[in-house]
């Protein structure tokens, strides 16, 4: 079970995270000064200046739309500048709909929009949650299950939609509701005390270590993919390193 949980929050992320790498890059993954929230307005969106803050113990600010972010430093590689976290939380509200000018997009305009991203999501986590039951002979990209969401697609619209920090009594409410069951309350430091006292041989085993190794597995799918594309940008993948490899053989 948490192996499927695992792979399902790997799922979402790669929704969530879309266009930062979970590589360190300043290229990709720091924000431009241009960078705009994209409010709901009678005449469809309005657009609101984003500030992006280095400031750890201050909340993110949804009414000033100010986020706090990692610190900035124009080294490359810094570990800064690993996945989103020079856009601090900003890409994980699923309510949050903006646009920005990237470096490694020559400066044209990306619009992201996560509430269609997000309820995406979801519907390819059933799906994927379906095969993995054998409710589905084989998984396919680009598949999501839309028929399963008509009964609570409001409630689902609304919980996404709802501009807050934290969505999880909203989630939490909603699965109780349909499922019957009341999940145990998320404890992070008993998912780092079971990684921290495990033995090495069996951290891969406990929560966090399954989660590592998801995210690398998903890693490499990506930087593996931008390696055949001919770009370095990503970082090392596994295709370049067996490449190297037999090279270095000849």
């Not at 739309?65 to 996945?83: A, P, R, W």
């Not at 044209?108 to 999501?121: F, G, H, L, M, R």
């Not at 041989?201 to 594309?229: C, E, H, P, W």
């Amino acid at each position: 079970m948490q192996a499927v949980g695992v792979a399902m929050h790997v799922l979402c992320d790669t929704w969530a995270h879309r266009y930062f790498a979970g590589t360190p890059s300043l290229v990709i993954n720091s924000p431009y000064k241009q960078f705009f929230e994209l409010l709901p307005s009678d005449n469809g969106f309005e657009e609101k200046d984003i500030t992006f803050r280095h400031s750890a113990s201050a909340p993110d600010d949804l009414d000033h739309s100010i986020y706090t972010c990692s610190l900035y430093t124009n080294s490359e590689n810094s570990i800064m500048n690993l996945g989103h976290g020079r856009a601090g939380h900003l890409p994980d509200y699923s309510f949050i709909r903006y646009k920005f000018l990237p470096a490694w997009g020559n400066y044209e305009e990306i619009v992201k929009d996560n509430p269609t991203d997000y309820k995406n999501a979801f519907c390819q986590m059933i799906y994927a949650l379906k095969y993995l039951r054998s409710q589905a002979e084989a998984f396919e990209t680009e598949r999501y299950d839309w028929q399963a969401i008509s009964e609570i697609e409001s409630e689902l619209d609304a919980i996404i939609n709802k501009r807050q920090l934290d969505s999880s009594a909203d989630w939490r409410a909603l699965g109780e509701r349909l499922s019957g069951k009341t999940p145990d309350p998320f404890d992070i430091e008993k998912y780092q005390e079971e990684y921290l006292s495990a033995e090495k041989s069996k951290k891969d085993d406990t929560f966090l270590g399954k989660f590592i190794l998801a995210a690398l597995a998903q890693k490499s799918m990506v930087t593996n993919r931008i390696y055949k594309s001919g770009s370095k940008l990503a970082g090392r993948s596994v295709e370049r390193v067996k490449k190297q490899i037999r090279e270095d053989k000849v």
